[in-house]
């Protein structure tokens, strides 16, 4: 169904408040790891003059210095020297795509999973063809490199570890990148990415719409906010799992194509620096599930 709300794109003045807040934890981030005020100047002035560039270009007339100018209000000499250089991009390191493709197979496909859909221990090496072990489970996925050198790579990275058995386990450890480590930045860039770009797309009116919802509470006690995220943890790792093994399993029959897709979740806690009401219940306005 269409929207029935009409069309208002956000002037400059109205955006300014939930720019300010969307960017707060990224300056906090870059203040934290020494990227100062002029160095970020500097990568949005190419991120200006790239995006003025491409997504703004004309159907059937060239982009030209002067228009990307006037888009983005920096000085032609510095749009001249600028375009064509690209911008910052976060590609995914070899390892990272490598490692993801391998552990959302272990976690989707029939072979690799028990009855509880939950991955399996396998040994090490395949006794007889068609059996489910960590050396068919890679060589399914990729025969660019040696099982073993990602068996050793991952128990180096704590992402498996060997069972009494010698079975290779895979540990919770698998979901979350080490912090500050080339994985975990990668998916910042990612994540996050996609997350605003979903947002961007709705405020801006692009059809179809697409899910960004959020369930929000406020006021409530630290114990009531632990129990919540913990809860919340569990409901959306089978959502994920889920999802995975749909996908997994649509990917085997498909086609291909350009197109990719993404499904994301995130929890937050934090204590709110803002005066509360005396009384959990005169928050209810500020409660519940929200666009």
Known sequence: MDDPSPRTLPDAARLQAPIARLLRPLVRLLIHSGITFPALCDLLRELY????????ALSRKEQTDSRVSLLTGIHRKEVRRLRGAGAPISAAPACVSRASRIIARW????????????????????????DASFESLVASVTRDVRPRAVLDEWLDRKLVTIDAEGRVVLAEAAFVPHSGSDQQLYYLGRNLHDHA???????????????????????????????????????ALGVLQEANREAHDACETDAGGKYRWTLGVYIYREKDAKPQPESPAQENDARGPSQ
């Open 197 to 235: 770009a979903a947002a961007v797309a709705n405020v801006l009116g692009e059809k179809p719409r697409f899910l960004e919802r959020a369930v929000h509470y406020e006021g409530l006690s630290e114990a009531l906010a632990q129990r919540l995220e913990e809860r919340s943890r569990d409901l």
């Open 107 to 130: 976690l989707a496909a029939p072979q690799f999973t028990d009855e509880r859909k939950r991955p399996l221990p396998l040994p090490r090496l395949s006794e007889h063809d068609g």
């Open 49 to 56: 003059v790239n995006v003025a560039e491409y997504d703004f």
